[in-house]
């Protein structure tokens, strides 16, 4: 997003769409699992609300289920949903692919980051 490599976004536990660590996409992944949340009690309690239960372990995935403070590729659509609700999860730029802006505006992820580069000069709005 920020115009050079993308950094990895989290590994415990190990994030995206392809388990690499990073929000790299896909056509295949048709959520759009582009931002890196830093995810808060707030927007766990509402993705859970909207359906998306990101505390529940599901061991049989390998998925240990999330706390406050880990670092998870989120989809876009659901983060701009809890954006509109008041419980946004904050955002590593870096670490969001730039993908996430055909579906949530760039204004409202610069809103939440949590690493704001010195200057957003080449950054499309």
């Known amino acids: ?7 990895p976004c989290g590994n415990d536990p190990v994030t995206g769409f392809f388990r690499d660590g ?3 996409t896909s056509p295949e992944d048709r959520g759009s699992h582009t931002i890196c949340a830093v995810v808060t009690p707030e927007f766990l309690q509402h993705q859970q609300r909207i359906g998306n239960d990101l505390s529940t372990p599901m061991l049989q995935y ?9 670092r998870w590729c989120v989809t876009a659509g659901n983060w701009l949903q809890a954006h509109h609700d008041g419980a946004a999860a904050y955002v590593v730029l870096a670490s969001t692919h730039q993908r996430a802006l055909e579906i949530v505006p760039l204004a409202a992820l610069q809103q939440h980051a949590v690493d704001v580069p010195a200057s957003t000069d080449g950054l499309d709005a």
């Open 22 to 24: 990073c929000c790299h």
């Open 62 to 70: 390998g998925f240990p289920g999330l706390v406050p403070g880990d």
């Open 1 to 7: 997003m920020l115009g050079g490599r993308l950094e």
